[in-house]
């Protein structure tokens, strides 16, 4: 019975030793996943610097609508970039401004608008009247047609005007139960910084950068410092590119993105430097 009793005791002892080594191995896995900075950046590229889209091929169509995307997914773009907010029934649309005065037949903020409301909107015709059936889309509709022809960037915008979007977009991407290659298409940026914090902490998986507006006192190594810890990319007005800020940026572990580049020249004069990615009206630019 004693020796029963013995080998009981080891038993548990040895069961114990692995429980408490995996508990261990869970909770550096845990804090790797809080404290490490944000996941690469996937780098699927067509050429060596990437293109992007600017509210699809702006220059050529309408800016964030599905014709849009489709040229630029005809023009080989790596990503494109747009913009979301929330309608007024919780719907997460493609649409830039605060409101639709400039870009549709309407008026008034975007958030006062049902989708119902916003799809009846005429959002083609100030662009040119052979446009004047493009409507403004939900993203899902732009998940559907560009993934995975091509990646996305997501622009938190005006977050403050369309509350709870951090969450409304990490469902969106979450429902779809996509891999991990389809969510290496996927990129989400804001200007504002405790926007893009609250995202990445519901979906850690998707890599964040930072916008930044022009400042003549340019981008501070603290500023760098902080936005590493959680961003994989950093995006500037292309007036404030240079080659030192760009070698500061890599030096933090991030990319490089700029925006929105239209001359022909800037564009020849970004491709010399060590940039990650370049934001355009115009992807047949380079």
């Keep these: 019975m004693h020796f029963l009793y013995k ?11 692995i429980v408490a080594v995996a508990i261990f191995l869970s909770v550096l896995i845990l804090l790797f996943r809080n404290q490490a900075p944000a996941y690469e950046v996937p780098l699927r590229r ?18 964030n609508t599905l014709s849009s995307f489709k040229k630029a997914i005809e023009l080989k773009v790596d990503f494109i970039e747009l913009d979301i907010q929330l309608s007024k029934d919780g719907q997460i649309v493609v649409f830039h401004d605060p409101t639709v005065d400039r870009t549709t037949n309407g008026k008034g903020e975007i958030r006062d608008y049902t989708y119902e409301e916003l799809f ?12 004047s059936n493009e409507y403004i889309p939900l993203l899902s509709e732009v998940l559907d047609i560009s993934l995975p022809d091509t990646g996305l960037i997501i ?39 405790e926007t893009i914090k609250r995202f990445h902490a519901l979906l ?20 760098l410092n902080e936005v590493s810890s959680y961003a ?13 800020l760009i070698e500061r940026i ?21 491709l010399s430097y060590d940039l990650d990615g370049i934001t355009t009206d115009y992807p047949d630019l380079f």
């Excluded at 080998?7 to 030793?17: H, N, P, S, W």
Aim: proline share 7%; no cysteine; net charge positive.
């Design 232 to 244: 994989a990319f950093v995006n500037p007005k292309r007036s404030m590119i240079t080659p030192n």
């Design 120 to 131: 009846l909107l005429d959002a083609g015709s100030w662009f040119h009247p052979n446009f």
């Design 250 to 270: 890599h030096s933090k572990g991030m990319k490089v993105f700029t925006w929105t580049v239209n001359d022909k020249k800037q564009v020849a004069k970004l």
């Design 155 to 193: 622009e938190l915008k005006n977050p403050h005007l369309s509350p709870g979007i951090e969450l409304k977009l990490a469902d969106e991407l979450l429902k779809r139960k996509w891999d991990s290659e389809k969510f290496a298409g996927i990129l989400v940026q804001s200007f504002d910084k």
């Design 46 to 63: 067509k050429q060596a610097v990437l293109k992007i889209g600017h509210r699809g091929a702006s220059g050529y169509r309408p800016e």
């Design 204 to 223: 850690p998986e998707i890599p964040i950068g930072i916008i930044v507006r022009y400042n003549p006192k340019g981008i501070s190594d603290s500023f």
């Design 7 to 17: 080998e009981k005791e080891k038993e548990m002892a040895f069961i114990l030793v």
